[in-house]
């Protein structure tokens, strides 16, 4: 009977268990249909504040490899920065990775950055950690003006982190990928496309706003779950 009484309970947990991640699933699918991902992580990006006077520095987080779409699109950026600036260092903060150091610097440098103009600290395997080595590397720049260039969805955690590490002037100039605007759709028989297949070839929702929206709403969750985490250690 006890056994039996165990057995019900550990299903009715299960059952639980799935219902609510059925609805979260379903809560998630509904959202993909509107632009509130896109507003969240346009939110992330913005909400702490964008940079607005000349830069003292650029200073750019990595961690993602290299070369992948997020760490190019920081180069990108801190590129276009620095050619704007042309008296202001580029500091790049990253793991301890020297093949990493060593290709963003390469892309700076072919996106005509010179060198001299680029230095990299290798230590920080967190934003908490890249803020604190920035401190003991360069606390010149506590007081100066530091535009931070990293992946949007990271920004509003990354400026309170430094802003909490004493850096008073940082704001954000974040690596917003850019958006295709050209008509995608096509003809769905002249290709060969088969009668008895649904023909989705002018529904832009369903090829790609869909499944974009639901990986920003990945994205996002993610990073509220980081905000909350920086927040119950006091890093923010």
Known sequence: MLKHKLWASFFSVCRKVCMALGGIALVMLVLAFTRIPFDAHRWLGTAGGLCQENPDAIVVLG?????????LMRCNLAADL???YTS???VLLLPKDTALAAAMEQELHIKGIARERISAVLHGRNTRE???DLWTNNPGLAQRNIALVTAPENMYRSLLTFRKAGFTNVCGSPAFDHALFDDLSYAHGRIGGKAYVPDVSSNMDLRYDLWNRLKLEITCLREYAAIAYYKLNGWI
């Open 130 to 132: 890249q803020a604190l």
């Open 88 to 90: 202001v260092q580029v």
């Open 82 to 84: 620095a050619r704007n």
């Open 63 to 71: 961690g993602s490899g290299m070369p992948s779409g997020p760490e």
